[in-house]
């Protein structure tokens, strides 16, 4: 499983160069940092979107931090 975080990780990030800021994409990448419990890089990328888009489930997702 951690072999295809990696991958999807890789992935995600060439996207994410193609199309900067792109909400879905940084959604797909707090998901794989989910999955490999990494909190706080999830925390990082899902911080901006809440300001941006006022996400209620995003937002508490972070108040629980």
């Known amino acids: 499983i951690q ?3 990696n991958e999807a990780s890789k992935i995600l990030e060439v996207a994410l160069s193609q199309a900067p800021g792109d909400v879905n994409i940084l ?3 707090a998901y794989v940092r989910y ?4 909190y ?3 925390i990082d990328i ?3 979107i ?3 888009k006022n996400s209620y ?3 508490i997702l972070l108040k629980m931090q």
């Open 57 to 59: 489930a995003l937002n």
């Open 3 to 5: 072999s295809r975080n």
């Open 40 to 42: 706080e890089e999830l």
């Open 27 to 29: 959604k797909a990448m």
């Open 35 to 38: 999955k490999d419990a990494k």
């Open 46 to 48: 899902l911080a901006p």
């Open 50 to 52: 809440t300001k941006e």
